[in-house]
């Protein structure tokens, strides 16, 4: 169900964040911030080698030292735990905390130090001698794939962990048929979210009470159970606290090997233990590097650059395990074609590992690779046309009228007007005007071009693409939950069952539960008690929150209503139909002045027992467990499902000048359009397209983890690791657009991933059309200004 | 060794015996418990860990506890006026939200109370220059910036006495 | 990344520090530590000694000693930005101040310590070098100077010996009439280490021409290089486009730039051509508009 639109009393209302406040007092519980007393410390010691036999560790000096506790390796804790849940079939590629008897990447976790501080830890670390035999490896994605390539896992026989071509419609008819075809390859560099708090983990196991607490810095499904099916714990012995801030995650802080490793030591040693990754540990062995990915991509058009079918080929370098980073070749499937009406895909996902560090989940989940790959060929198509790249766009787009859209992997578009979030953008710069200034630019002698991209936002997260690639899981069940109390006194509070980065979820379920009560919604405590005593959640995954939260705690509240709509008719002594609920009061339709106010209808149902319909439970207790919208089914043979619900829309232009001299683009101009459909908080909204920007920004031009040819990372700490400051980010104009959801209950749909799944493909557009008069393009990101600039030198024909 | 070193933390004068290589960071965390600044690189580029010396941003992990006696240090937690109130500029950051996560949130401020106690009118260059040394991953910078600007509106707005900056270095005379 | 174990000292007087320093086999010295602390963080740097020399009021200075500006050593890089004399007799150095760093590094970072660490891209020893500054350092008793041109030797190599400590940097204060400076570097991002780096200090008479000249280039080279070719070939002459460029151009044909992750040997060398013309082509620009004062 959904409510209508534009008069609600405080969804869309530019509420302070309420979470805020005790961030700017520096009051926030960050898992460094949680103290037990008894507490050890942990420093890893790591391969130096990208492959190496273990053949044998010398902990005894490390040992000796004052304050150290202990030196665990990996076949100690491999032999007393099950291996990390993957989410491939590949049993034959196990994953662990620690290297077991082989180690598969430099900076790989091979040995913990335990020890009473954390320089003391360090200080042992030093001390543990590894005796290593290097073994082959390899680097490139595209080496890993080819047989005869060193294989990460032996016995997994190669290094495809993922290799299913999908032909979604009437392929090859499409491109036979087809006037125009062309193919380019474009690819997408390893970069990551990298948030400013490394992953941290504080694990204690109570040998009476038979419970390990866990306090993580976490965004990750699943957590709980993972964690107790590793350690092979009841489910119940695991007690996650949610009420642990977390400092940035953006996907990556999935930390479930961080949390096995402290678990188990904790459970060894009998004290608290603190992992706390430092920046090195985390850049190279935190296993939270983003897609590296290799597109083909072939597309067959007509002379006005419609585009009828695309093949396009992906191939991740996962790097040396994989937990659920080949996942992100799937999840794009919910948005193969992009914005746009292309009528038949051939897509072929491949995942290969590689002596690189592990990747995880980075924000959007794979789709900003794809959206960059399918935005280019939109512009290929339209040199290779010598038609304008806005027109070509207009005639490939999804028409408004055309929604609800479905798509040829099986996914249906939900809603959007992506034709009128253009025309706002194009009014907002001027576009004539920004055509003008670029020529304006040229004529001083400098590159200029103008950015566009048109992207898509798949939201609310559903974890089909999870059947798609791995038959043997069949789980269609993706949920979130809420549960509202209402107490004696009159007290609202909601439960949420998660742990937050920022997101403002507490504000986001205030303000619904408020809107359906009609109270206001800072009068409404939001809670988050431990997993034990919580109800489901996938956590905020797949920009889902908005969506799933959102809808959980409606319904929750929607219950409470009517649950006092209920007391407060039986109480009247009218029937159900005559009650009219306002605010917390309900009162007769017929006869206004009798009525029950809030405070009155609380007291019957927790003291009035007298008063209460025949059979009501006393107390106002309720909860929701709501499924993701449009989901719960199987794919069909031919791998086609509906994977995410809710589509949002963005819409990027930009300007950017490039000194042809040296080469370093510099962002002139930002005007991005978004349609996320009803926005709950406009603050919260702004917030996450402003801070995908930025992200975008870095993946686009300065950050990149660069391995050399011997299998290091070069790009370490943040001396080498780009990340944007304020200089870089240009200010950025925001126009809005609602097209609503008719799947949720606002008509809300999700925001997390915005600006960063378009900005990549927007930034290298606006390049491209700087350089493309000198014959030249860029195929890859990061583009690097010293790379960039020695492509335009060449080009000009200078040294 | 340990060494004996007194500092002067937002007002009130500590004793702390410390190794030489604890970092001030780390010993305004563990040993006075003041967890708002925060570790985010250890090596001096992300900022997380500013604190105020003698009224000027400084990186805390790029500081030994024993070289930072004697100096008049702030923490986000010199800031509030009081239990439950918020400073101008603390409450500028809430009005824009300017933060998400709130990890960068309180280098941030302090940076932006020292930029205003020296410039009470920042041109928006300024205030992006005054936090280039703070690396934030979720907001992008937008609300942030718009944060200083408006709690320098607000600032200008209210009477000050003469020669005065008694919010922005709490703990001086 | 915690440090390894180390004392710490904090002398009080500049001979207790190169006492120190010179009965300690395993000592360094600290000031402001905004690169040395880093490094011991990450275990590359593992001094079992810390002699911290940042209090020693003696080292902290700025004054005119005739025809020279002196800075002591441990002089705050934030204090540059703001001095009067810094201002008026050495506007290229003053110039350069907001590209170092961001203002928190500034606010404890030395002159000395950014000296002494001699990181190619440095913008203090660029100017150092452009300028013909000359360096002081105390080693046991005896004291010494050098041109910092013979200073630099190599990426975070100086011809400081192990025992001693840089005590003073003095650079030459110009007394023409109509001074013009410039300074251009290129970086992935403001305030990152320079891939190319380029200062421009220029005298011209009261017909524009130019008298004096010193032309210098950074980050390009494992040191900095002054480009004593081109400021001769400026002389006598208005700094025409054409000419500054060839000048510049034929200085640079034959150095060594370096290459790494961030930038190619070739880009180097192309972005120096083009900042350094720009950085040439600003100072005469300045100098031109200046009144004599």
């Given at each position: 169900m959904s409510a209508p639109a534009s008069h609600f009393r405080f969804v869309s209302s530019d509420r302070r964040v309420r979470e805020d406040r005790r961030f700017v007092v520096g009051k926030g519980r960050f898992a460094a911030d949680i103290v037990m007393p008894g507490t050890r410390h942990v420093s890893l010691l790591t391969s130096p080698y990208p492959a190496a036999r273990i053949v044998g560790i010398d902990k005894s000096a490390a040992l000796a030292l004052p304050g150290v506790h202990y030196v665990l390796d990996g076949r100690e804790l491999a032999a007393a735990t099950a291996p990390l849940v993957a989410g491939l079939d590949t049993p034959n590629v196990p994953r662990r905390p620690l290297a077991v008897d082989v180690a598969r990447y430099a900076g790989e976790w091979v040995a913990a130090v335990v020890a009473d501080t954390r320089a003391l830890a360090e200080d042992a670390a030093e001390l543990v001698t590894v005796d290593y035999e290097p073994l082959p490896f390899v680097l490139d994605g595209e080496e890993a794939y080819a047989p005869g390539s060193p294989r990460v896992h032996e016995a997994h026989g190669s290094n495809v962990l993922l290799d299913r071509t999908f032909v979604w419609g009437e392929v090859e008819k499409d491109f036979a048929e087809s006037r125009h075809r062309l193919a380019f390859k474009v690819r997408w560099g390893r970069s990551s979210t990298v948030p400013i708090e490394t992953f941290g983990v504080l694990a204690s196991w109570d040998p009476w009470r038979e419970i390990l607490d866990v306090f993580a810095s976490i965004q990750m499904p699943r957590f709980p159970d993972q964690v107790a099916l590793a350690l092979k714990l009841p489910g119940s012995a695991v007690r996650v606290h949610n009420d642990v801030d977390v400092g940035g995650s953006y996907g990556v802080k999935r930390g479930i090997k961080h949390a096995v490793l402290a678990s188990f030591l904790s459970r060894r040693l009998g004290f608290p233990i603190r992992l706390m990754e430092d920046r090195l540990e985390n850049m190279r062995g935190g296993d939270a590097h983003g897609p590296e990915r290799n597109f083909d991509v072939e597309v067959a058009f007509d002379d006005a650059g419609v585009i009828r079918a695309m093949k396009m080929r992906a191939l991740d370098n996962v790097g040396a395990y994989a937990g659920r980073s080949p996942f992100q070749l799937g999840k794009p499937i919910s948005a193969i074609v992009g914005p746009y009406r292309i009528q038949s895909v051939q897509y072929q996902a491949i995942a290969v590992t590689s002596n690189k560090t592990t990747q995880e989940a980075v924000r959007a989940f794979g789709q900003s690779p794809t959206n960059f790959a399918i935005e280019r060929a939109i512009e290929e198509v339209a040199w290779h046309r010598g038609l304008d790249r806005l027109e070509v766009r207009r005639r490939n787009l999804i028409k408004a009228e055309q929604f609800p859209y479905l798509i040829p992997s099986g996914t249906t578009y939900d809603s959007g007007d992506y034709d009128a979030v253009i025309d706002k953008v194009l009014a907002q710069a001027d576009y004539t005007g920004l055509k003008a200034e670029r020529d304006r630019l040229r004529g001083e002698g400098l590159l200029a071009g103008i950015g566009i991209a048109a992207c898509l936002e798949p939201s609310g997260a559903n974890s089909t693409f999870e059947l798609l690639l791995n038959p043997k899981n069949e789980t269609t069940t993706y949920t979130e939950s809420c549960r509202i109390t209402v107490d004696v006194s009159g007290a609202v509070t909601a439960n949420i069952h998660t742990v937050s980065a920022g997101q403002g979820h507490e504000t986001l379920v205030g303000t619904v539960v408020g809107e359906v009560l009609g109270i206001d919604p800072d009068r409404i405590r939001v809670v988050r008690p431990d997993t034990l005593s919580s109800l489901p959640s996938q956590s905020?995954?797949?920009?889902r929150m908005a969506i799933m939260l959102g809808g959980a705690a409606f319904h929750a509240a929607q219950k409470l209503k009517a649950r006092l709509v209920a007391i407060g008719a039986h109480d009247l002594g009218i029937p159900e139909e005559r009650a009219s609920y306002e605010n917390g009061n309900v009162s007769d339709r017929a006869a206004p002045q009798n009525k029950r106010s809030f405070m009155e209808l609380v007291t019957i149902a927790h003291r009035y027992f007298h008063r209460l319909p025949p059979g009501t439970e006393p107390n106002l207790a309720f909860s929701h467990v709501i499924q993701v919208p449009m989901g719960g089914k199987l794919p069909t043979p031919d791998g086609r499902v509906q994977i995410y619900p809710c589509f949002s829309f963005e819409f990027h232009l930009l300007l950017i000048s490039i000194d042809p001299d040296l080469g370093k683009p510099e962002i002139r101009r930002y005007v991005i359009g978004h349609d996320c459909g009803t926005v709950i908080n406009p603050k919260i909204v702004r917030g996450m397209t402003m801070g995908g920007i930025a992200h975008g920004i870095g993946a686009a031009l300065f950050e990149e983890f660069a391995y050399n040819p011997e299998g290091q990372l070069v790009a370490q700490s943040f001396m080498d690791y780009l990340l944007p400051s304020a200089h870089e980010v240009p200010e950025v104009e925001i126009v809005h657009h609602v097209t609503p959801s008719p799947h949720t209950v606002f008509g809300q749909k999700g925001s997390g991933e915005s600006g960063y799944l378009g900005a990549p493909a927007a930034i290298t557009s606006a390049i491209n059309d700087a350089i493309r008069p000198l014959g030249i393009a860029v195929n890859s990101v990061p583009i690097k200004l010293a790379q960039l600039g020695d492509m335009i030198a060449a080009a000009r024909g200078k040294p | 060794m340990p060494m004996r070193v007194e500092l002067n933390v937002n007002g009130a004068s500590h004793a702390v015996e410390v190794e030489p290589r604890m970092s001030l960071l780390d010993c305004l965390r563990e040993r006075l418990f003041l967890n708002g600044a925060h570790a985010g690189c250890e090596h001096g580029v992300c900022g997380a860990c500013t604190v105020l010396i003698d009224g000027a941003p400084m990186r805390?992990?790029?500081?030994f506890a024993v070289q930072a006696d004697g100096y008049a240090i702030t923490t986000i937690e010199g800031l509030s006026p009081g239990p439950g109130e918020l400073s101008p500029v603390q409450d500028a950051f809430c009005e824009t939200h300017g933060m998400q996560c709130g990890y960068c949130t309180p280098a941030m401020i302090l940076a932006a109370h020292a930029l205003l106690a020296g410039n009470p009118a920042p041109t928006r260059a300024e205030i992006v220059e005054a936090i280039s040394g703070n690396i934030c991953r979720c907001t992008g910078y937008a609300q942030i910036v718009e944060a200083i600007a408006l709690a320098a509106e607000r600032m200008r707005g209210v009477n000050r006495p003469e020669g005065a900056d008694a919010s922005a270095q709490a703990g001086q005379a | 990344m915690k440090p390894a174990a180390f004392e710490y000292a904090r002398p009080a007087s500049l001979e207790e520090a190169c006492a120190l320093l010179a009965q300690s086999d395993d000592a360094r010295i600290i000031a402001g530590g905004q690169t040395l602390v880093p490094l011991m963080a990450m275990r590359l740097a593992r001094p079992r000694l810390l002699i911290d020399i940042a209090r020693i009021g003696a080292l902290a200075f700025i004054r005119r000693e005739g025809d020279m500006v002196a800075i002591g050593a441990t002089t705050r890089q934030c204090l540059l930005e703001r001095d009067p004399i810094i201002r008026s007799d050495l506007p290229l150095l003053a110039k350069v101040m907001?590209?170092?760093?961001?203002a928190p590094t500034r606010a404890r970072g030395t002159v000395g310590g950014s000296l002494a660490n001699?990181?190619?891209?440095a913008e203090i020893a660029l100017v150092a070098v452009t300028l013909g500054a000359s360096l002081s350092y105390r080693d046991g008793d005896a004291t010494a100077e050098i041109a910092a041109g013979d200073f630099f030797i190599g990426p975070m190599m100086t011809a400081l010996p192990a025992t001693a400590c840089l005590t003073a940097a003095r650079f030459p204060i110009w007394r023409e009439a109509r001074i013009g400076t410039g300074f251009h570097e290129v970086n992935?991002?403001?305030?990152?280490?320079?891939?190319a780096a380029a200062a421009a200090q220029l005298a011209l008479d009261a017909d524009g021409i130019c008298r004096r000249a010193a032309i210098g280039v950074g980050a390009v080279t494992m040191v900095p290089l002054r480009l004593a070719a081109v400021a001769d070939a400026l002389l006598g002459t208005r700094c025409e486009a054409a000419q500054v460029r060839d000048a510049v151009t034929s200085a640079l044909a034959g150095i060594e730039p370096m290459a790494d992750l961030h930038a190619s040997a070739a880009y180097r060398r192309r972005a120096a051509v083009s900042l350094a013309v720009r950085a040439i082509t600003d100072a005469y620009e300045a100098a031109r508009d200046a009144n004599a004062c």
């Amino acid at each position: 169900m959904s409510a209508p639109a534009s008069h609600f009393r405080f969804v869309s209302s530019d509420r302070r964040v309420r979470e805020d406040r005790r961030f700017v007092v520096g009051k926030g519980r960050f898992a460094a911030d949680i103290v037990m007393p008894g507490t050890r410390h942990v420093s890893l010691l790591t391969s130096p080698y990208p492959a190496a036999r273990i053949v044998g560790i010398d902990k005894s000096a490390a040992l000796a030292l004052p304050g150290v506790h202990y030196v665990l390796d990996g076949r100690e804790l491999a032999a007393a735990t099950a291996p990390l849940v993957a989410g491939l079939d590949t049993p034959n590629v196990p994953r662990r905390p620690l290297a077991v008897d082989v180690a598969r990447y430099a900076g790989e976790w091979v040995a913990a130090v335990v020890a009473d501080t954390r320089a003391l830890a360090e200080d042992a670390a030093e001390l543990v001698t590894v005796d290593y035999e290097p073994l082959p490896f390899v680097l490139d994605g595209e080496e890993a794939y080819a047989p005869g390539s060193p294989r990460v896992h032996e016995a997994h026989g190669s290094n495809v962990l993922l290799d299913r071509t999908f032909v979604w419609g009437e392929v090859e008819k499409d491109f036979a048929e087809s006037r125009h075809r062309l193919a380019f390859k474009v690819r997408w560099g390893r970069s990551s979210t990298v948030p400013i708090e490394t992953f941290g983990v504080l694990a204690s196991w109570d040998p009476w009470r038979e419970i390990l607490d866990v306090f993580a810095s976490i965004q990750m499904p699943r957590f709980p159970d993972q964690v107790a099916l590793a350690l092979k714990l009841p489910g119940s012995a695991v007690r996650v606290h949610n009420d642990v801030d977390v400092g940035g995650s953006y996907g990556v802080k999935r930390g479930i090997k961080h949390a096995v490793l402290a678990s188990f030591l904790s459970r060894r040693l009998g004290f608290p233990i603190r992992l706390m990754e430092d920046r090195l540990e985390n850049m190279r062995g935190g296993d939270a590097h983003g897609p590296e990915r290799n597109f083909d991509v072939e597309v067959a058009f007509d002379d006005a650059g419609v585009i009828r079918a695309m093949k396009m080929r992906a191939l991740d370098n996962v790097g040396a395990y994989a937990g659920r980073s080949p996942f992100q070749l799937g999840k794009p499937i919910s948005a193969i074609v992009g914005p746009y009406r292309i009528q038949s895909v051939q897509y072929q996902a491949i995942a290969v590992t590689s002596n690189k560090t592990t990747q995880e989940a980075v924000r959007a989940f794979g789709q900003s690779p794809t959206n960059f790959a399918i935005e280019r060929a939109i512009e290929e198509v339209a040199w290779h046309r010598g038609l304008d790249r806005l027109e070509v766009r207009r005639r490939n787009l999804i028409k408004a009228e055309q929604f609800p859209y479905l798509i040829p992997s099986g996914t249906t578009y939900d809603s959007g007007d992506y034709d009128a979030v253009i025309d706002k953008v194009l009014a907002q710069a001027d576009y004539t005007g920004l055509k003008a200034e670029r020529d304006r630019l040229r004529g001083e002698g400098l590159l200029a071009g103008i950015g566009i991209a048109a992207c898509l936002e798949p939201s609310g997260a559903n974890s089909t693409f999870e059947l798609l690639l791995n038959p043997k899981n069949e789980t269609t069940t993706y949920t979130e939950s809420c549960r509202i109390t209402v107490d004696v006194s009159g007290a609202v509070t909601a439960n949420i069952h998660t742990v937050s980065a920022g997101q403002g979820h507490e504000t986001l379920v205030g303000t619904v539960v408020g809107e359906v009560l009609g109270i206001d919604p800072d009068r409404i405590r939001v809670v988050r008690p431990d997993t034990l005593s919580s109800l489901p959640s996938q956590s905020p995954v797949g920009s889902r929150m908005a969506i799933m939260l959102g809808g959980a705690a409606f319904h929750a509240a929607q219950k409470l209503k009517a649950r006092l709509v209920a007391i407060g008719a039986h109480d009247l002594g009218i029937p159900e139909e005559r009650a009219s609920y306002e605010n917390g009061n309900v009162s007769d339709r017929a006869a206004p002045q009798n009525k029950r106010s809030f405070m009155e209808l609380v007291t019957i149902a927790h003291r009035y027992f007298h008063r209460l319909p025949p059979g009501t439970e006393p107390n106002l207790a309720f909860s929701h467990v709501i499924q993701v919208p449009m989901g719960g089914k199987l794919p069909t043979p031919d791998g086609r499902v509906q994977i995410y619900p809710c589509f949002s829309f963005e819409f990027h232009l930009l300007l950017i000048s490039i000194d042809p001299d040296l080469g370093k683009p510099e962002i002139r101009r930002y005007v991005i359009g978004h349609d996320c459909g009803t926005v709950i908080n406009p603050k919260i909204v702004r917030g996450m397209t402003m801070g995908g920007i930025a992200h975008g920004i870095g993946a686009a031009l300065f950050e990149e983890f660069a391995y050399n040819p011997e299998g290091q990372l070069v790009a370490q700490s943040f001396m080498d690791y780009l990340l944007p400051s304020a200089h870089e980010v240009p200010e950025v104009e925001i126009v809005h657009h609602v097209t609503p959801s008719p799947h949720t209950v606002f008509g809300q749909k999700g925001s997390g991933e915005s600006g960063y799944l378009g900005a990549p493909a927007a930034i290298t557009s606006a390049i491209n059309d700087a350089i493309r008069p000198l014959g030249i393009a860029v195929n890859s990101v990061p583009i690097k200004l010293a790379q960039l600039g020695d492509m335009i030198a060449a080009a000009r024909g200078k040294p | 060794m340990p060494m004996r070193v007194e500092l002067n933390v937002n007002g009130a004068s500590h004793a702390v015996e410390v190794e030489p290589r604890m970092s001030l960071l780390d010993c305004l965390r563990e040993r006075l418990f003041l967890n708002g600044a925060h570790a985010g690189c250890e090596h001096g580029v992300c900022g997380a860990c500013t604190v105020l010396i003698d009224g000027a941003p400084m990186r805390s992990c790029l500081m030994f506890a024993v070289q930072a006696d004697g100096y008049a240090i702030t923490t986000i937690e010199g800031l509030s006026p009081g239990p439950g109130e918020l400073s101008p500029v603390q409450d500028a950051f809430c009005e824009t939200h300017g933060m998400q996560c709130g990890y960068c949130t309180p280098a941030m401020i302090l940076a932006a109370h020292a930029l205003l106690a020296g410039n009470p009118a920042p041109t928006r260059a300024e205030i992006v220059e005054a936090i280039s040394g703070n690396i934030c991953r979720c907001t992008g910078y937008a609300q942030i910036v718009e944060a200083i600007a408006l709690a320098a509106e607000r600032m200008r707005g209210v009477n000050r006495p003469e020669g005065a900056d008694a919010s922005a270095q709490a703990g001086q005379a | 990344m915690k440090p390894a174990a180390f004392e710490y000292a904090r002398p009080a007087s500049l001979e207790e520090a190169c006492a120190l320093l010179a009965q300690s086999d395993d000592a360094r010295i600290i000031a402001g530590g905004q690169t040395l602390v880093p490094l011991m963080a990450m275990r590359l740097a593992r001094p079992r000694l810390l002699i911290d020399i940042a209090r020693i009021g003696a080292l902290a200075f700025i004054r005119r000693e005739g025809d020279m500006v002196a800075i002591g050593a441990t002089t705050r890089q934030c204090l540059l930005e703001r001095d009067p004399i810094i201002r008026s007799d050495l506007p290229l150095l003053a110039k350069v101040m907001p590209f170092i760093g961001h203002a928190p590094t500034r606010a404890r970072g030395t002159v000395g310590g950014s000296l002494a660490n001699a990181d190619p891209a440095a913008e203090i020893a660029l100017v150092a070098v452009t300028l013909g500054a000359s360096l002081s350092y105390r080693d046991g008793d005896a004291t010494a100077e050098i041109a910092a041109g013979d200073f630099f030797i190599g990426p975070m190599m100086t011809a400081l010996p192990a025992t001693a400590c840089l005590t003073a940097a003095r650079f030459p204060i110009w007394r023409e009439a109509r001074i013009g400076t410039g300074f251009h570097e290129v970086n992935a991002r403001q305030s990152d280490f320079a891939f190319a780096a380029a200062a421009a200090q220029l005298a011209l008479d009261a017909d524009g021409i130019c008298r004096r000249a010193a032309i210098g280039v950074g980050a390009v080279t494992m040191v900095p290089l002054r480009l004593a070719a081109v400021a001769d070939a400026l002389l006598g002459t208005r700094c025409e486009a054409a000419q500054v460029r060839d000048a510049v151009t034929s200085a640079l044909a034959g150095i060594e730039p370096m290459a790494d992750l961030h930038a190619s040997a070739a880009y180097r060398r192309r972005a120096a051509v083009s900042l350094a013309v720009r950085a040439i082509t600003d100072a005469y620009e300045a100098a031109r508009d200046a009144n004599a004062c």
